[in-house]
Each structure stands twice: as structure tokens, then as C-alpha cells.
């Protein structure tokens, strides 16, 4: 697949590679050519004698987080007022390895601390935030260290409760973590089939591009986060090729403050020409409209996965730059394919997304996280948790 030759813009090749060494581990920095656009891909392929461990905000999870309205994603602000001296949740990548000694690699985990119905592993047991205990229920796939090797595993929970023929999956498990499946046994899986996902309904923005890949300024994506669509006739509408019309969701604001995105929003459509949408305004009710399919999102994405050896392999995209496009959904799991993994799961993304290496207790990010407040480009930022190989 990854041929210097290649020039079809439906194929994956690679431009130029660097190794890094992090204690036995190797890890690459590509430059590729993803569907002819270019991208900066960082891979590290784990051995599976590797010491791995999952670090989180332990006083986010006992507390859980405060969500957005209609959504299980979380609301930093109102949540900081739930910790201590109202700090923000989460922590930089650095902070959690401060005092862990190198070599290591780390880099975020999954959406655990971010959201609701995302947990992690440990010892053979569910992590769960607050919010989710006595109430998770559902079925979710989960990628899971077992005697060395990884796997990919079907978890059921009712009430916050794994069954007790899913237990037995648990035995002997060290660390491990859930996510939308993005390879199963070898397969792509469509992005149809993940819509369900909590990760994907928690916020549809990393699934589908709602400005159509038209120039927007940069308040359209926190505006129309607040009318995400969230039912499963809705998502399901919009992978569709026949256009279609779908009322995402209505919204009363309570406050004058409380309607100024919808009307800037509203403007945004207008002036930037965005016909697949329509903010309808009748008083204080607001409505978005969304006609046709839209694109899959490109954007900073990372994902696990584990290949026939069981070894665990990880992939982080850089995005939302000059020199890195970042890639759908769909382009993270055909690279992810190419680089040999049999099951993958989807985790962070956005400006979450980054790989750090400790050597001689000096932390270098081997990335460019997308933070557009940074001074330079290797800045990170806060995180729920982080996988931590050592």
C-alpha cells in the first residue's frame, strides 16, 4: 500500500520517515500522502513484554463530570466547579509522567474523563466515572491487555454492572480501555455502523464535517456543537447518499446571552454560503436543518489496535495545519490496516492528540498537537488519561 510511486489520490504512500528510540521501542514519524493530501502520522509498534499502564484524574472520575445539555460530553467549565479550587479537569500528558522514571513513551488514552459510557480497565475491573455507576447499560467494544497480548473484546453492562460471562473475559486482564470498533477481524468497519457509538454521538463534529469543507471562521464549530444531532435517525440520515432533511434538535435559550451562538451561527450559514444547512429562528425556538450527506471530517485523530501477534500498535494523525491535513475516520482505520492491525479502536482526537517520549527525565513531544492557543507546535494540553509504556 505505501509505495513512493504511487500516485492515485485514493491511496496511502509515504513521503519521508524518521525513527525515534524510546527504550526498546521504535517509533515512527511519517510524512504521507493520504488521498492526495499530506499528513504527519506517528506510529509505535509495542513488543509485547512492555510495561503498560493507564494514569488518570482519579478526582474527576469520583466526582464525574458536569455534561453539556442533551449530551454525554463534558462541560469543562461547570465541571471545574465540582474539583477542587475549581481547577480544570484533566492534566497536561507531562504532569502524569513527572514522576515516573524514563525510558517511556506516553500518550493519551480514550475519552475516559471526557465523557459518559467511557471506561477503562484495570486489574481486571471497570473503571467507571460517577456519572456512569449504577447507570452505564449497553454494549461496547473494548481493547484489553491479557497475558502480554491484546485483544479486542465485546463488554455488556447493565446498570454499571459487566455480566458474569463477560467477567470471565476480565480474568488476568492488566489494562485496558473501550471505543467505537474501527477494524474488526481484519475488516473495515463502515462508519454507518458506529453512529450508535457514545463516542460518536458525544460529539458528531469528529465524524462529520458540518461546515462541507467550505471556509468558516473558527466560532462555527463551538456554535454548532451546541445543536449537535443526537438520535440515531438523525446520524443514520446523514451517511446516506440521498439528500434528505434533518432537524438536528430545537433549543429554547433562556437568557439573551444564551442566544447570541445561535444567531451568530445563523449569520455564519448566511454569509459563508452554507446551503446543506438552515438555522431556523421563530421567537425562542431554534432549529438546524441539515440537507443532504455531509463529508466525513478530517481532523487530528489517534487510535489503538493490536495486530496477529497481539502486539499493541498506535497511531496518531496530525491535523489541522499547514503541513498535516489529519484524516477521517475512515483514513485512520485504512492506515491502521496498512500498518498491520486487526482490530483498532477510535480514542482522542483534536487538539488531545500527542506522543510524548521521557529519556534521561527529558520529555519530548514527538508530535504537533493542534492547540491553537500554543506558542509553538509541540504544546499539549489537558487530558483525562494516558497510556503509559514502558
Known amino acids: 500500500m505505501y509505495t513512493k510511486e504511487s500516485k492515485n489520490t485514493n491511496e496511502i504512500y509515504v513521503l519521508s520517515q524518521e525513527k525515534v528510540f524510546v527504550g526498546p521501542t521504535a517509533v515512527v514519524r511519517e510524512k504521507m500522502l493520504i488521498d492526495g493530501a499530506e499528513s504527519l502520522v506517528t506510529t509505535a509498534k509495542i513488543a509485547n513484554n512492555a510495561s503498560i499502564d493507564i494514569f488518570y ?37 507531562e504532569e502524569y509522567i ?29 473503571i467507571l466515572l460517577a456519572n456512569d455507576k449504577d447507570k452505564i447499560t449497553g454494549s461496547y467494544s473494548a481493547l484489553l491487555q491479557k497475558e502480554g497480548k491484546w485483544q479486542v473484546v465485546t463488554l455488556h453492562l447493565e446498570n454499571g454492572e459487566i455480566n458474569e460471562e463477560d467477567y470471565k473475559k476480565l480474568r488476568g486482564v492488566t489494562v485496558g480501555f473501550n471505543g467505537p470498533p474501527i477494524i474488526a477481524s481484519g475488516e473495515l468497519v463502515p462508519v454507518s ?20 469543507g467550505k471556509e468558516v471562521p473558527p466560532t462555527f464549530f463551538q456554535d454548532i456543537r451546541k445543536q449537535m444531532p443526537s438520535s440515531h435517525h438523525a446520524l443514520d440520515r446523514m451517511t446516506r447518499v440521498q439528500p434528505s432533511s434533518v432537524v438536528a434538535r430545537t433549543l429554547v435559550p433562556e437568557s439573551e ?9 445563523q449569520g455564519t ?11 431556523d429562528i421563530q421567537g425562542r425556538d ?12 478530517k481532523m487530528p485523530l489517534m487510535g489503538y489496535g493490536r495486530n496477529r501477534n497481539g502486539e499493541l500498535i498506535m497511531v496518531a494523525v496530525d491535523g489541522r495545519q499547514e503541513a498535516s491535513a489529519g484524516v477521517s475516520i475512515s483514513q485512520l482505520a485504512r492506515l491502521m490496516k496498512g500498518k498491520g492491525a486487526e482490530d483498532a479502536i477510535l480514542t482522542c482526537g483534536g487538539g488531545d492528540v500527542a506522543v510524548l517520549a521521557k529519556i534521561n527525565d527529558q520529555v519530548r513531544v514527538l508530535n504537533h498537537p493542534a492547540n491553537k492557543d500554543a506558542d509553538s507546535s509541540n504544546v499539549t494540553r489537558r487530558v483525562p488519561n494516558v497510556v503509559v509504556i514502558r
Not at 58 to 73: F, H, M, N, V, Y
Not at 106 to 120: T, V
Open 193 to 212: 455502523d458506529i453512529i450508535d457509538d457514545p463516542r460518536i454521538k458525544a460529539d458528531p463534529r469528529n465524524l462529520f464535517d458540518f461546515a462541507a
Open 98 to 126: 513527572a514522576d515516573i522514571p524514563g525510558p517511556l513513551l506516553a500518550a493519551p488514552g480514550n475519552h475516559f474523563g471526557w465523557q459518559q459510557e467511557a471506561f477503562l480497565i484495570q486489574d481486571g475491573h471497570p
Open 57 to 93: 484524574d482519579t478526582e474527576l472520575a469520583r466526582k464525574g463530570i458536569q455534561t453539556e445539555p442533551g449530551s454525554l460530553l463534558i462541560d469543562q467549565q461547570t465541571t471545574a466547579q465540582r474539583l477542587e479550587n475549581n481547577r480544570a479537569a484533566g492534566f497536561r500528558p
Open 257 to 265: 446571552t444564551e442566544r447570541e451562538p445561535f444567531e451568530r451561527l
Open 286 to 297: 431554534y432549529r438546524l436543518g441539515i440537507f443532504g450527506k455531509l463529508p466525513e471530517q
Open 269 to 279: 450559514i448566511q454569509r459563508s454560503n452554507l446551503t446543506h444547512l438552515r438555522m
